[in-house]
């Protein structure tokens, strides 16, 4: 970082264009990623993540009502998943900074704005480079560790394109003590299961991304720390913004609507990840030795979440943790018993057929409560913002596997 922060001077005079300095964040995580390592992806490692990926897609068949939703399978190294998810983490981030750089500009005292002129623009120049800095080393933590484009449970990639993480795979595979090859078929499975969800479910991406954007509108942000924050800067000395932590200066406002955006957003991130686990458990089922074991490792790693999303939490006031993945699970596996497959995948047809947070205290009688799906969406008006009409990216639904396919399944 410190070769870029050399530069502040430069990026100070510049006009921002956002509330973020983009193309600093950028820098600060490829150094990052740089200092750290970033292994470039092998010809093996490129055709094992594609090899992996397609047998995903012929395990899920049967797991699930949808055919396939990948329309390209790719290995990214970790600055690839910087450079392919920046677009969604541009819109997800912009509303949390242009708050934290008006609270900036609120520290100058009136009195003293009008004598700062043109002078004042600097001050949210000053704020962007400051948060694209910060913002740049969480990204290239979380670079580090991400398995897959889905990894975290949001539609980071673009629709359609299954990506796995090879360099990161391996190493946690080395983690877990389990055969590197086993570790990437499961994340292939899981990666799989994601795009199959948000390429059926058109209107899930918008409704994934709305919840955290609606959550985000109702962090404050506290000015005493922005204060301090500022008050370790030298204006001699560039440098000294390195030293400059972020953290705590976001914290939720703890009104009725916040706590009822905080469960909306709790409560999708579940269902998402509670669907993926129990459809990758149900298709791994006996075809993987170890598939038990990698899927309570994978519910802990989802539910506690990584030093690199703490990290990230902090930053912008975002937790991006399934909080209830567990009874999510036993919710979809309860609706796949009492209504089949194709019920209860048709409960994504339209949100407002998802369980709510109540329905997980009891997901039995959700699933036997005798919902008769074409009454129910017939009643709905497919017209209005959110319906199934609407199309994830990328438009037109993939074409189905070939199933003539006799690939060995196992």
Same mark, same amino acid.
């Given at each position: 970082?410190?070769?870029f922060? +050399?530069?502040l001077q430069?990026?100070?005079s510049?006009?921002?264009s956002?509330?973020?300095?983009?193309?600093?964040a950028?820098?600060?995580a490829? +150094?990052?990623?740089a200092?750290a390592?970033?292994?470039?992806?092998?010809?093996?490692?490129?055709?094992?993540v594609?090899?992996?990926?397609?047998i995903a897609?012929?395990?899920l068949?049967?797991?699930?009502?949808w055919?396939?939703?990948?329309?390209t399978?790719?290995a990214?190294?970790r600055?690839e998943w910087?450079?392919k998810t920046l677009d969604?983490?541009?819109?997800?981030?912009d509303?949390v900074?242009?708050?934290? =750089?008006?609270a900036? /500009?609120?520290?100058v005292p009136?009195?003293a704005?009008?004598?700062? /002129?043109?002078?004042?623009?600097?001050?949210?120049?000053?704020?962007g480079a400051?948060f694209?800095?910060?913002l740049g080393?969480a990204?290239?933590?979380?670079?580090?560790?991400?398995?897959?484009?889905?990894?975290?449970?949001?539609p980071?990639g673009p629709? /359609?394109t299954a990506a796995l993480?090879?360099?990161?795979?391996?190493?946690?595979g080395?983690?877990?003590?389990?055969?590197?090859?086993?570790v990437?078929?499961?994340v292939?499975?899981?990666?799989?299961a994601?795009?199959?969800?948000?390429?059926?479910?058109p209107?899930?991406?918008?409704?994934?991304?709305?919840?955290?954007e609606?959550y985000?509108a109702?962090?404050r942000?506290?000015r005493?720390?922005?204060?301090?924050?500022m008050g370790?800067?030298d204006?001699?000395?560039p440098?000294?913004m390195?030293?400059?932590a972020?953290?705590?200066i976001?914290?939720?406002?703890?009104?009725?609507a916040?706590k009822?955006?905080?469960?909306?957003?709790?409560t =999708?991130?579940?269902?998402?990840e509670?669907?993926?686990?129990h459809? =990758?458990d149900?298709?791994?089922g006996e075809?993987?030795?170890n598939?038990?074991?990698l899927?309570e490792a994978f519910?802990?790693?989802?539910?506690?979440? /990584?030093?690199?999303?703490?990290?990230?939490?902090?930053? =912008?006031?975002l937790e991006?943790?399934?909080?209830?993945?567990r009874?999510? +699970?036993v919710?979809w596996?309860?609706?796949?018993?009492h209504?089949?497959?194709?019920?209860r995948d048709?409960?994504w047809?339209?949100?407002?057929?998802?369980p709510?947070?109540?329905d997980?205290?009891?997901?039995?009688a959700?699933?036997?409560?005798?919902l008769?799906l074409?009454?129910?969406l017939?009643?709905?008006?497919?017209?209005?913002?959110?319906?199934p009409q609407?199309?994830?990216p990328?438009?037109?639904?993939?074409?189905?596997?070939d199933?003539g396919d006799?690939t060995?399944?196992?």
């Amino acid at each position: 970082m410190q070769q870029f922060m +050399s530069q502040l001077q430069h990026l100070l005079s510049a006009p921002g264009s956002g509330p973020v300095n983009w193309d600093l964040a950028r820098q600060v995580a490829a +150094s990052q990623l740089a200092a750290a390592g970033d292994p470039a992806v092998s010809p093996f490692e490129r055709n094992a993540v594609e090899e992996s990926l397609r047998i995903a897609d012929l395990w899920l068949e049967p797991a699930t009502s949808w055919p396939t939703g990948i329309r390209t399978s790719v290995a990214w190294n970790r600055n690839e998943w910087i450079f392919k998810t920046l677009d969604v983490w541009r819109k997800l981030c912009d509303p949390v900074a242009s708050r934290m =750089v008006g609270a900036m /500009g609120d520290l100058v005292p009136p009195e003293a704005r009008a004598q700062l /002129g043109p002078m004042q623009s600097m001050v949210a120049t000053l704020g962007g480079a400051l948060f694209g800095g910060q913002l740049g080393q969480a990204l290239g933590s979380l670079a580090a560790e991400v398995l897959s484009a889905g990894d975290i449970g949001l539609p980071l990639g673009p629709a /359609g394109t299954a990506a796995l993480v090879p360099a990161n795979i391996r190493a946690y595979g080395e983690g877990l003590e389990l055969p590197e090859d086993e570790v990437r078929l499961y994340v292939a499975l899981r990666e799989a299961a994601h795009q199959r969800l948000f390429q059926h479910v058109p209107w899930l991406r918008g409704h994934v991304l709305a919840a955290v954007e609606n959550y985000a509108a109702g962090i404050r942000v506290n000015r005493e720390a922005i204060e301090e924050a500022m008050g370790r800067v030298d204006p001699t000395d560039p440098e000294s913004m390195q030293a400059i932590a972020l953290e705590g200066i976001f914290t939720p406002e703890d009104t009725p609507a916040q706590k009822a955006s905080l469960a909306r957003l709790e409560t =999708v991130l579940a269902l998402v990840e509670g669907w993926v686990c129990h459809v =990758v458990d149900s298709a791994a089922g006996e075809r993987l030795p170890n598939v038990v074991r990698l899927g309570e490792a994978f519910r802990r790693r989802r539910a506690a979440g /990584g030093p690199a999303e703490q990290t990230f939490a902090a930053l =912008v006031g975002l937790e991006l943790r399934p909080r209830r993945l567990r009874e999510a +699970s036993v919710l979809w596996a309860a609706l796949t018993e009492h209504r089949g497959i194709a019920g209860r995948d048709a409960v994504w047809g339209h949100p407002d057929l998802l369980p709510s947070d109540d329905d997980f205290a009891d997901p039995v009688a959700f699933a036997a409560g005798g919902l008769d799906l074409d009454d129910e969406l017939a009643s709905f008006d497919f017209s209005a913002p959110g319906g199934p009409q609407e199309q994830a990216p990328g438009g037109d639904t993939p074409p189905r596997l070939d199933e003539g396919d006799d690939t060995d399944k196992s």
